[in-house]
């Protein structure tokens, strides 16, 4: 069997030895009725973490998202979105699905969307208008080559959010890689959105769920769509314990994904086909485009899986590597290797 260097993303991390026994050994009860203390436990580190009142655990960072969003906003709503926005594009259309309300994206500097805008894009309700009642950013944002989108320009939408009486969610899959990029401690990015997601399945290593926090009517009211989307679960503190292991000992090292996720793109940013500008690499996200006169994107990720590398093509003829838990420098090697063999000749 090839031991493969899996760079598709970083929820193909495996749960650590520790994750292992927290599962085996966690207490458990019914979360749907309210006694499992496991969950319970995740929950309150994570709103503390966060700086908010309380927090709800679910199956994945999409039901998260579409939570947050059937909980801010009614039938007729608009919603503005970043227009590579995951919640927008790579989440099976919930907003128009399960909330049942429009997405109004707009154009960002590399997830920065500009304030301005959003603020002239705030819409008062008519007869024939929709009422804007959210405003969702991403950080770091996926699509963007995982960028961290600068605390100012956070700041200044939060602002434009409070004029407008307008909430903001804030999709933090990966805010604890943002925290290591910047050096801002994680209440800071809890401060803007008056909701905030995170994802414990990807870079943090846990095998399952994510977490979403905020006020506590919004997460009692999140709990009631939690169930009905079915993602009431009965004794799954099973899975909260590798949560606990990941936000009490996994957040530190995601310095070391975004030290091999820039040695990648240093390394490789000069091959022919590629273009990357590894200025754009903040964090543990890769994404180039890749043109080669006689090598399609297909065929040269069939020659890294050939050398036991795997990688996932993405929009607008790119490619995406992703750095976690389980490349180490071995695998970083193999994987530049595997670059210059196929393009160096
Ligand atoms: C992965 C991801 C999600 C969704 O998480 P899943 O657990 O895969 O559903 C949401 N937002 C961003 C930015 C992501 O990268």
């Not at 407008?164 to 959105?193: M, Q």
């Given at each position: 069997?090839?031991?493969?260097?899996?760079?598709?993303?970083?929820?193909?991390?495996?749960?650590?030895?520790?994750?292992?026994?927290?599962?085996?050994?966690?207490e458990v009860g019914d979360d749907v009725l309210g006694d499992d203390p496991t969950v319970q436990k995740l929950e309150s580190i994570a709103a503390d973490m966060i700086g908010k009142e309380a927090a709800v655990y679910v199956p994945s960072g999409t039901m998260a998202n579409s939570i947050a969003i059937k909980c801010w906003t009614n039938e007729l709503d608009e919603v503005i979105v970043e227009e590579?926005?995951?919640?927008y594009n790579m989440e099976s259309t919930h907003m128009t699905f399960i909330a049942r309300v429009t997405p109004r994206p707009l154009s960002s500097n590399r997830g920065a969307m500009n304030p301005?805008?959003?603020?002239?894009?705030?819409?008062?309700?008519?007869?024939?208008?929709?009422?804007?009642?959210?405003?969702?950013?991403?950080?770091?944002?996926?699509?963007?080559?995982g960028a961290v989108v600068p605390m100012e320009n956070l700041k200044a939408i939060r602002e434009i959010?409070?004029?407008?009486?307008?909430?903001?969610?804030?999709?933090?899959?990966?805010?604890?890689?943002?925290?290591?990029?910047?050096?801002?401690?994680?209440?800071?990015?809890?401060?803007?959105?008056d909701s905030l997601m995170f994802c414990l399945s990807k870079g943090l290593s846990a095998p399952v769920g994510s977490v979403l926090t905020g006020p506590?009517?919004?997460?009692?009211?999140?709990?009631?769509?939690?169930?009905?989307?079915?993602?009431?679960?009965?004794q799954v503190g099973v899975l909260a314990a590798p949560g606990i292991v990941a936000?009490?000992?996994?957040?530190?090292?995601?310095?070391?994904?975004?030290?091999?996720?820039?040695?990648?793109?240093?390394?490789?940013?000069?091959?022919?086909?590629?273009?990357?500008?590894?200025?754009h690499i903040d964090t543990n996200i890769v994404i180039f485009g890749f043109k080669h006169p006689e090598i399609s994107i297909p065929d040269?990720?069939?020659?890294?899986?050939?050398?036991?590398?795997?990688?996932?093509?993405?929009?607008?003829e790119r490619i995406r590597f992703i750095t976690h838990k389980d490349i180490d420098d071995k695998n970083l090697e193999k994987a530049i290797s595997g670059f210059q063999e196929i393009l160096s000749r």
């Open positions: 069997m090839t031991q493969y260097s899996d760079f598709r993303s970083d929820t193909v991390t495996r749960p650590t030895e520790n994750m292992r026994k927290a599962m085996a050994a966690a590579r926005a995951h919640l301005e805008e959003v603020e002239r894009n705030i819409r008062k309700p008519s007869v024939h208008i929709p009422r804007t009642s959210l405003i969702c950013i991403e950080n770091t944002h996926n699509n963007w080559s959010a409070d004029r407008h009486d307008v909430k903001v969610h804030f999709d933090g899959a990966r805010v604890f890689n943002a925290c290591h990029a910047t050096g801002i401690p994680v209440k800071e990015y809890g401060k803007i959105g506590k009517d919004f997460v009692d009211y999140a709990r009631r769509i939690r169930k009905a989307l079915g993602g009431g679960m009965r936000l009490t000992e996994m957040v530190d090292r995601l310095k070391e994904d975004h030290i091999r996720a820039k040695k990648l793109a240093l390394t490789i940013q000069d091959l022919p086909g590629i273009d990357l500008n590894p200025d040269f990720l069939e020659k890294l899986k050939e050398r036991g590398i795997l990688a996932l093509a993405t929009t607008g």
